[in-house]
């Protein structure tokens, strides 16, 4: 909350030090100026995304510079000031917190700059278009696909993502919904904050206490680290083949994931491309710019990835591995 208060409490000085700036950002030569500010480049994902509005700006002729908060809404917030005060034409922001940014966001307004969110949205759907993935149609994707692994009938485990995230909330209520479908399934959720370490405690006690848990679904990839290893050390890695295998599904296609279907370790994942979501992201802001409208929430779709489409090279994992 200390962070939030001083953020508000600067808004009004950020304001007032905007007013004698320049009206527009571009560069001598014509090209727009925009600032892409990620949450955090400490994942593939995100630097995968950074790696899509790079070359979008390449194809669409604007200059953008990226920086990472590393996973710090305070330093999204002084980043956001100082590109402001270098007055840039507009923001591309991916949100280390939907309620702890926006007084980043109303920044940006009183400055009247454009502001588009990628990846995730800030609170009170405030910023002046989003590009996300469709979280919620992945998490049915996962479910479906794992209820039918296990023969439409038995007990999952849910890894959750952390209490009252963006992506976690969405890929739950999706999960849930897609189980409803199998009235034999039942769902054991348990949060395990999107970390590899308290998935792998969570799948050695859950299993341990409940043996007939018969599939896995994990909110990300990152958690089926954990949860293989988990796996490993009670036993429970029979091949794909075998009756007594545990599936386990997962969300994203990180490169890491593809390896672990080819292994059999993981019997699919639900892809979310960050290179189609940076290239609309940007292509989103540089519309803005041009006074064109553009749909206020624009959701790019996921795709189921099993054993037999994981070397399909278009695919993210792949694409970023190569």
């Not at 405690?201 to 018969?214: E, M, S």
Request: charged content about 25%.
């Amino acid at each position: 909350m200390r962070r939030i208060r001083w953020a508000v409490a600067a808004l009004a000085a950020v304001t007032l030090s905007l007013t004698g700036c320049a009206a527009a950002g571009s560069d001598a030569d014509g090209k727009p100026k925009i600032a892409v500010l990620l949450y955090s480049q400490q994942f593939e994902f995100m630097v995968a995304l950074a790696d899509g509005i790079k070359q979008k700006a390449d194809e669409l002729g604007v200059e953008v510079t990226v920086l990472d908060a590393q996973g710090d809404s305070s330093t999204q917030i002084s980043q956001i000031q100082d590109q402001l005060a270098k007055n840039v034409d507009a923001i591309l922001l991916s949100p280390n917190n939907s309620e702890e940014l926006v007084p980043g966001v109303k920044m940006i307004h009183d400055a009247d700059k454009k502001v588009v969110t990628v990846d995730s949205v800030v609170a009170g759907d405030i910023a002046d278009a989003a590009v996300a993935f469709n979280n919620e149609a992945a998490g049915k994707m996962g479910a479906e696909h794992l209820a039918k692994l296990i023969g439409e009938e038995g007990k999952v485990l849910e890894f959750q993502g952390a209490k009252g995230a963006y992506h976690a909330s969405l890929r739950g209520k999706g999960f849930h919904e897609g189980i409803a479908e199998f009235p034999k399934v039942a769902i054991d959720g348990r949060d395990s904050e999107w970390a590899a370490d308290k998935a792998l405690a969570i799948t050695v006690d859950a299993l341990t206490a409940d043996p007939q848990i018969k599939g896995l679904f994990s909110h990300n990839d990152e958690m089926v680290r954990g949860i293989v290893s988990g796996l490993k050390q009670i036993g429970r890695t029979a091949p794909a083949d075998d009756p007594d295998h545990t599936p386990v599904v997962g969300v994203d296609g990180t490169p890491l994931a593809l390896q672990r279907i080819r292994d059999g370790s993981e019997a699919a994942t639900v892809d979310q491309d960050p290179y189609v979501m940076g290239s609309l992201a940007l292509q989103t802001v540089v519309d803005l710019l041009d006074d064109k409208e553009v749909e206020k929430l624009q959701l790019t779709e996921p795709k189921l990835i099993t054993k037999d489409n994981v070397d399909d090279a278009k695919l993210w994992g792949n694409v970023f591995k190569s």
